[in-house]
């Protein structure tokens, strides 16, 4: 059994910051990519931020330059530093990562339960 767990998120004024936190737990091998994605109102969901094992991140343009992924391979916890808020950033926000389980020969996608970042006056 493998879990993805976030938490972080929360209500912030525009201009505000938050730092929202996923942590992997159970039988796992591996972790491959992990990334975050958002789903706002009446829209679909897409990709904010992504890092891979060696570190190398891809974000999404409307982020760039305010948001930060970091990953830390020992404790299988991923951080998004969400600086300079806009009221559309404002979503549920998930956690995702590629895991192979402890056993298994091939990775899954697995999914955090989302955390909901509200950026509002």
């Known amino acids: 059994q493998v879990q993805l767990v976030e938490s972080g998120g929360g209500l912030v004024q525009p201009g505000g910051s938050l730092r929202l936190s996923c942590t992997a737990s159970?039988?796992?091998?591996?972790?491959?990519?992990m990334g975050w994605y958002r789903q706002a109102p009446g829209k679909q969901r897409e990709l904010v931020a992504v890092?891979?094992?060696?570190?190398?991140?891809n974000y999404a343009d409307s982020v760039k330059g305010r948001f930060t992924i970091s990953r830390d391979n020992v404790k299988n916890t991923k951080v998004l530093q969400m600086n300079s808020l806009k009221p559309d950033d404002t979503a549920v926000y998930y956690c995702n990562a590629r895991i192979v389980r402890s056993g298994s020969n091939y990775a899954t996608d697995y999914w955090g339960q989302g955390t909901q970042v509200t950026v509002s006056s």
């Open positions: 890092i891979k094992p060696g570190g190398i991140t």
């Open positions: 159970g039988s796992i091998a591996s972790i491959y990519t």
